[in-house]
């Protein structure tokens, strides 16, 4: 019988996670293309999003929604680090730092903050702070977020 085959793409069961460990994500682009996607579907038509002429150039650019900045980190970690073992998000503390605008990319760290093993099912609560960064390096995220994580196959 062979060894078997490791999934690429599967998430960190909570055993193979350390207080302390830390990790960077993919960067990714946003586009315009994304912008408008985003507030189609979720309704976000904030007169900020939709007229490029709003706010008498405060922000240099086309801004992107933080919740649409957030929710890009939130996909690379879930393709990266909890894909087929995270459970359920239990909580999340948001910063915006800085603005966001189409043509950016963005990338996170995460550094594991906590581990506590659950009583039953093999599952632990698992506690990261994430801070997003633009191209430059300049963070404009800061967050925490508390999941729960599934364990190794018994």
Do not use: C
């Not at 979720?42 to 490029?52: R, V, Y």
């Not at 002429?53 to 933080?66: L, N, Y």
């Amino acid at each position: 019988m062979s060894e078997p085959i490791t999934v690429l793409g599967m998430g960190y069961y909570w055993q193979e996670l350390e207080v302390g460990q830390r990790f960077h994500t993919l960067r990714r682009t946003i586009t315009e293309t994304d912008i408008i996607n985003f507030i189609s579907a979720t309704g976000m038509l904030e007169t900020i999003f939709t007229d490029t002429t709003f706010g008498g150039g405060a922000i240099q650019g086309r801004p992107v929604p933080g919740a649409l900045t957030y929710g890009i980190i939130e996909g690379l970690l879930m393709q990266g680090m909890v894909q087929g073992t995270g459970l359920a998000l239990l909580e999340v503390h948001k910063k915006i730092l800085a603005p966001v605008v189409a043509g950016d990319t963005v990338w996170a760290e995460v550094e594991v903050t906590g581990v506590r093993p659950t009583s039953k099912h093999n599952r632990a609560i698992v506690s990261s702070a994430i801070e997003i960064r633009n191209q430059h390096g300049t963070p404009v995220i800061q967050y925490t977020a508390v999941r729960m994580l599934a364990g190794k196959p018994e």
